[in-house]
């Protein structure tokens, strides 16, 4: 069964202070990572997308990472609008069209 | 380009009462999703369809959910005799297969739905 696990549920950070999220993730034949960010009361927000292991996508103070078992995302000196939850997604070989699959989420919240 | 479109955005029924849920996707996307966020929970797959045809429905509940995207209008997820465990966020996504970033699901700002 497809599965993606995130953690930390929930990161506290203070504004500058980088980390890592992190996503674990068991698929049947992977074709693709998807990061989302999203804020309460909305959608989500297409962050990037990964194919395979060894990618690295960056954009503004985060930058995304792919190993074959997992994913990260890094935010570099965060500000307090990063602040929201991250989900991270993937999509099967097997599964007709684009049916994402979701992880739990790490809820951020970087203070001034 | 108006983005994924939902309504209403928040919708409060009885138990018992339907609920229906509208959505329209992108311009020029012909495949939608919805997907189900309960309350501290991820997002969960409900179903996938294309013009006239549904996909892939392996995660809608077997009783009282349907959803239909027909060739002209909006696609419609229905719940029927609505109870509290229904009590959700719903979210459609959709894509164009095909075209540039074709794998890229665009969600819209989602539906509330309140059980009483």
């Known amino acids: 069964e497809d599965q993606v696990t995130q953690s930390p549920e929930a990161l506290r950070l203070q504004e500058g202070e980088s980390s890592s999220l992190n996503c674990s993730y068991t698929?049947?034949?992977?074709?693709?990572l998807f990061w989302y960010r999203q804020d309460p009361g909305k959608g989500p927000e297409f962050l990037f997308t990964?194919?395979?292991a060894g990618e690295e996508k960056e954009k503004e103070r985060l930058k995304a990472t792919l190993t074959k078992k997992e994913s990260f995302l890094h935010i570099t000196a965060p500000k307090p609008e990063d602040s929201a939850t991250y989900l991270c997604?993937?999509?099967?070989?097997?599964?007709?069209?684009?049916?994402?699959?979701f992880g739990q989420g790490t809820e951020l919240s970087v203070k001034p | 380009n108006a983005g994924v479109m939902q309504n209403p955005r928040h919708l409060v029924r009885r138990r018992g009462q339907e609920a229906r849920l509208r959505c329209s996707p992108m311009?020029?996307?012909?495949?939608v999703y919805w997907y189900r966020q309960l309350p501290e929970e991820g997002l969960k797959f409900m179903v996938y369809?294309?013009?006239?045809?549904?996909?892939?429905e392996s995660g809608m509940p077997k009783e009282r959910f349907s959803a239909e995207f027909p060739k002209e209008g909006p696609s419609i997820l229905r719940i029927q005799q609505v109870v509290r465990g229904d009590s959700a966020a719903y979210f459609c996504?959709?894509?164009?297969?095909?075209?540039?970033?074709?794998?890229?699901?665009?969600f819209g700002a989602g539906s509330r739905l309140t059980v009483l």
């Open positions: 698929v049947s034949g992977l074709r693709g």
């Open positions: 997604a993937v999509q099967a070989n097997h599964n007709q069209g684009g049916k994402l699959i």
């Open positions: 311009k020029g996307h012909s495949h």
């Open positions: 996504a959709s894509s164009q297969p095909g075209a540039p970033g074709a794998n890229v699901l665009t």
């Open positions: 990964l194919y395979s």
């Open positions: 369809l294309q013009k006239e045809n549904i996909i892939d």
